[in-house]
């Protein structure tokens, strides 16, 4: 099994749709978690965070859940401009990205 | 302020030459990695310094691959012997303090063997 793994994708969704991206990962002692946006041929960007109590950034909610070793992201009232590859990213002994999981906002 | 910077931006090589790549991280991060991503692939851990501690090198491939850190800052990453499965971005990240904080990312370096 991987250490951290993603929805396959990818994601095409109308403007304006809810999405949600979740990823697991396997070492139960992670510590910290995080979730990267990337564009094509772009570096991967920090997105947000993700805090044992759930946290929001406007149109973005992450959440995690230790007991079943998962952390989401959702994405409320999804723009054009949303559309890239999501990385989650998941601290425990070392720095373990997932693979990502792409997603097209549609017109 | 400014963010982590790499040189070159892009880099062609022949097969069997030596590269070297650089990255410049955030004034003050003490954490510093390089990832490599292959096309349409994920970002593969290559190696990482915190302060003064021994680098924990367990991603890098191979012995052709190796990386310093002077000073606690700017940071080299060389690779001999470019083979043409070494083509791909290599990427470097630094954060604040250590493992479990943000890291932050610069441009890459597009390599391509040839």
């Known amino acids: 099994r991987k250490e951290v793994e993603q929805d396959p994708g990818p994601f095409n969704v109308p403007e304006g749709a809810t999405v949600a991206f979740n990823c697991t990962y396997s070492?139960?002692?992670?510590?910290?978690f995080f979730w990267y946006r990337q564009d094509c041929r772009k570096e991967p960007k920090l997105l947000m965070s993700?805090?044992?109590s759930g946290n929001e950034d406007g149109r973005f909610t992450a959440q995690l859940n230790r007991a079943s070793q998962y952390i989401s992201l959702l994405i409320r009232d999804s723009k054009l401009s949303d559309s890239a590859t999501y990385l989650c990213?998941?601290?425990?002994?070392?720095?373990?990205f997932g693979p990502g999981t792409r997603l097209s906002v549609l017109p | 302020g400014a963010g982590v910077s790499q040189s070159p931006s892009n880099k062609v090589t022949e097969k069997g030459k030596d590269v070297e790549l650089r990255c410049d991280p955030i004034s003050g991060h003490t954490a510093l990695y390089w990832y490599r991503q292959s096309l349409g692939q994920g970002l593969e851990f290559l190696i990482y310094f915190q302060g003064n501690s021994a680098p924990d090198k367990s991603g890098l491939p191979s012995d052709r691959f190796s990386a310093e850190r002077t000073g606690g800052s700017v940071s080299t990453l060389t690779i001999q012997r470019t083979q043409q499965e070494d083509s791909a971005v290599y990427l470097c990240?630094?954060?604040?303090?250590?493992?479990?904080?943000?890291?932050?990312f610069g441009p890459g370096t597009r390599l391509t063997v040839t």
């Open positions: 993700v805090y044992s």
């Open positions: 990240a630094s954060s604040n303090t250590g493992q479990g904080y943000e890291q932050y």
């Open positions: 990213a998941v601290w425990g002994q070392n720095f373990v």
């Open positions: 070492n139960s002692a992670s510590q910290s």
